[in-house]
């Protein structure tokens, strides 16, 4: 249980973005969703991340999805005075614009009521529009006239317009004669087209762009061209590199808007391109770049979803499945076409050679099935018997440990989980190729517990994790003691299914309480949220509220830090909400927890301190 239980996908976002290995997700069912395109990786494996993005998902009634929301990185915010934008019009506010740092103009995604109008009104959005224009006129490659911040600011306004129209108003053919003027005045640059990690920001940055503003048709050229010119020399330069792949969200969402679909059906050299992308780029696959690779496979699959293209695109894909393979190095293109035939041209599998996708990837990638003991089945990928052994001993041990620390009294009342399957991986990569297709999740996270239906006899509740390998010559499962306290948290403490532990804000337990667990068993000491002990950013009953709309700093690191103050500080009141939480009376947990209110401040920030 860690981050939405929504299925969440990787976006490229704003300019300090940083997508992110390492948080978990669970989630109560197991629908397939349409696979959206792989995320930017980190260099770095590790807790310390942030969550970015919106949910991308697939709409069968053709509505579109929002556009790309920013970072959350909270850590690197500049101070903003929301009354600097609405106070100012037309030159001053462009200029004003220019002159902010990125991370403060972050903050104005949030937006809402006469403030979100003030900024983003239609006139507002012209001006900043005109100043794109103007100011790419002269691009210097880099962000020396504040072009970096304008693009963003324009980013933010499409943003709060899509969820506020009603505080925004209306945008139309005036904002869209300004933001294509904009945006074709930077593309036109050849500066654009410089491979340094200066433009690449700017560069990423007025990609999404195009489809913030729902220009995907218009700038089919741009993807092109940004795909055309991709070389080995784009790989020192990870902007440049999400730039690339920043055109792959243009494509997928580009399909909810009409005008995209005819412009490609009118002229489909685009599907041409993405092939050609893709063969002219195996030898990146195995590296750390075949993301891009993968989803220019998955780009171009996408497009079965629409009849009139489906005949030139089945040898297309086709060629793709046969110039990669199930496994090995060429792996992440395979499995991405194979997706995309799975999901939308099904009934075509014996040609594709794909049918019974899930099924034949489960027993290919994962041969090895070892039980540790009756309620404990491990299925892996590649690990020795000392390694299995060890897992399971971490596993088996646990169960004594956690008792002790709940106090409960056996399985919550209509639970069957009586058995979990582990699933592991042999690295992140791995879990990225594969862990979707076969069990139809995201893989923007570090791991994720399916529960299912606990009330229900034939269930098996799994978690999916993988071999942590930049820990390696050590062994370890990223994630795996966290968990398996989700799973023994919801057998133990939450009654029924992880919509119904929902109801009222339980997230401070429920992620708290697993870090607890985790860190606790272990003998670790949670060094990142000591530190975060001595900022004192939160008081206790600000945390009673935490929900997975927060950031992952006050979900995970706060959360442990709240669990355990009430475990070692307020055991009784531990039991009581806890109590509450074992019979599924929700309310009856959030009205004792709002009875606490404040009044365990003072001594909670005095322990903080202490820490």
């Not at 990787?10 to 940083?18: I, N, P, S």
């Not at 001594?603 to 202490?610: G, I």
Request: net charge negative.
């Amino acid at each position: 249980m860690s981050v939405p239980r929504l299925l969440k996908r990787w976006a490229v976002v704003g300019l300090t973005a940083a997508l992110a290995v390492g948080l978990t997700t669970t989630i109560s069912t197991t629908a397939a969703a349409d696979p959206a395109p792989q995320p930017v990786p980190m260099t770095e494996r590790g807790p310390r991340v942030t969550q970015t993005g919106s949910a991308l998902a697939e709409h069968s009634d053709g509505t579109r999805t929002a556009p790309l929301a920013a970072t959350s990185d909270l850590d690197t915010t500049a101070a903003c005075e929301v009354a600097d934008f609405t106070g100012r019009t037309g030159s001053d506010l462009v200029e004003f614009i220019a002159g902010s740092e990125t991370s403060c103009i972050n903050t104005l995604f949030s937006l809402t009521g006469s403030d979100a109008h003030g900024a983003f009104r239609e006139d507002q959005m012209v001006s900043v529009s005109y100043g794109m224009r103007d100011r790419s006129v002269n691009y210097t490659g880099d962000n020396g006239t504040g072009l970096a911040s304008l693009v963003l600011y324009l980013r933010a306004g499409y943003f709060v317009q899509w969820y506020h129209p009603q505080d925004v108003g209306e945008y139309g053919p005036a904002l869209r004669a300004a933001i294509q003027s904009g945006l074709d005045t930077f593309f036109a640059h050849p500066r654009s087209r410089e491979v340094t990690d200066a433009n690449g920001e700017i560069l990423t940055e007025a990609v999404v762009l195009i489809d913030s503003a729902q220009e995907n048709a218009r700038y089919l050229p741009v993807v092109d061209r940004i795909l055309s010119d991709y070389d080995s020399g784009y790989h020192d330069s990870w902007w440049m590199l999400n730039a690339v792949n920043s055109v792959y969200t243009v494509l997928f969402r580009g399909h909810q808007v009409p005008e995209f679909v005819a412009a490609v059906v009118a002229d489909r050299s685009i599907l041409q391109r993405l092939e050609r992308f893709a063969l002219d780029n195996l030898g990146s696959l195995g590296g750390d770049t075949d993301f891009l690779v993968s989803n220019a496979g998955r780009e171009l699959g996408r497009f079965l979803q629409h009849d009139q293209l489906r005949d030139q695109l089945r040898p297309q894909l086709l060629n793709l499945l046969n110039a990669s393979s199930i496994t090995g190095d060429t792996a992440p293109l395979w499995v991405g076409v194979a997706e995309m035939t799975d999901y939308f041209d099904q009934a075509q599998c014996s040609y594709y050679d794909t049918c019974g996708l899930s099924e034949r990837l489960m027993s290919k990638v994962l041969p090895i099935s070892h039980s540790c003991d009756s309620s404990v089945q491990v299925r892996a990928q590649d690990v020795t018997l000392a390694q299995l052994e060890q897992a399971c001993d971490s596993l088996l041990g646990q169960n004594a440990y956690f008792h002790d620390v709940a106090r409960d009294n056996g399985p919550v009342a209509d639970d069957y989980n009586s058995r979990i399957q582990v699933v592991v991986f042999d690295s992140s990569s791995d879990y990225q190729t594969y862990a979707g297709a076969i069990f139809g999740i995201d893989t923007n996270n570090g791991g994720m517990y399916l529960e299912g239906d606990p009330a229900n006899p034939d269930n098996l509740p799994r978690f999916i994790a993988y071999e942590a390998e930049w820990m390696l010559p050590d062994f370890a499962i990223w994630n795996l003691n966290h968990e398996y306290t989700h799973y023994l948290d919801g057998r133990y403490n939450m009654y029924g299914d992880f919509a119904e532990n929902m109801t009222t804000p339980t997230i401070w337990w429920v992620e708290g309480f697993a870090e607890y667990i985790a860190y606790s068993y272990q003998g670790i000491e949670y060094t990142e949220a000591i530190e975060e002990a001595g900022r004192a950013t939160y008081g206790l009953d600000t945390l009673f509220d935490t929900s997975y709309d927060h950031d992952t700093n006050r979900v995970y690191r706060w959360g442990y830090l709240a669990v355990r103050f009430m475990i070692e500080h307020q055991r009784s009141d531990v039991d009581v909400i806890v109590g509450h939480y074992r019979t599924g009376q929700w309310q009856a947990a959030r009205d004792h927890l709002a009875a606490i209110g404040s009044s365990y401040n003072d001594q909670w920030h005095d322990w903080l301190s202490k820490l």
